[in-house]
């Protein structure tokens, strides 16, 4: 059973569309997370949330927009996309106090 | 501004070589270290390291914490093809847990 899943693996879409990015773990963590990776690798948080709280918010254009239906769920909406948007993102979870993540597998978003 | 610069940025070795990567940082509150290995998609977790000299080993793979000189060491030992990935390292800042700030990354090349 996959830990982490989020869905869709990839994504390419046009300019201006609105999208979204599903995110889902199984093991019981309490914080959840997005983070972004641009084409140089660089790995950067974009959101946390703690048992459905959002605990941060790093420096993200307000058209990022994080869901948390249930501990267990995070999802990523995003509004009138951008060329710059495109990288990969990454969902993860960790129990809580803890800083050992479970990433997920990606969402390649290419924006056109 | 909390930092962490990882180098060399990209490394070719041969099959059996042992390799040193280095990672320094910078930051606030600072918790632990954490070294990750990312090949296709998901970085996978290697170590957390919180205490400095203290090794920490996982098959040929150790790795130590220098906490005056802030900086850290992971060393893989009789390299192998399936080495080949990116290391990255995170330094995990004040606040709540998960706060990673990640370097860049060190890409490991292992040629047969």
Redesign the interface.
Known sequence: DTAVSQTPKYLVTQMGNDKSIKCEQNLGHDTMYWYKQDSKKFLKIMFSYNNKELIINETVPNRFSPKSPDKAHLNLHINSLELGDSAVYFCASSPLAAEKLFFGSGTQLSVL | EDKVVQSPLSLVVHEGDTVTLNCSYEVTNF??L?WYK?EK?????LF?LTSSGIEKKSGRLSSILDKKELFSILNITATQTGDSA?Y?C?G?YGG???????G??T?LSVKP
């Open positions: 918790r632990s954490l990312q998609k998901a970085p996978t977790f957390m990116i990255l995170a995990n709540s847990q998960g706060n990673l700030i990640f860049k990354g890409k």
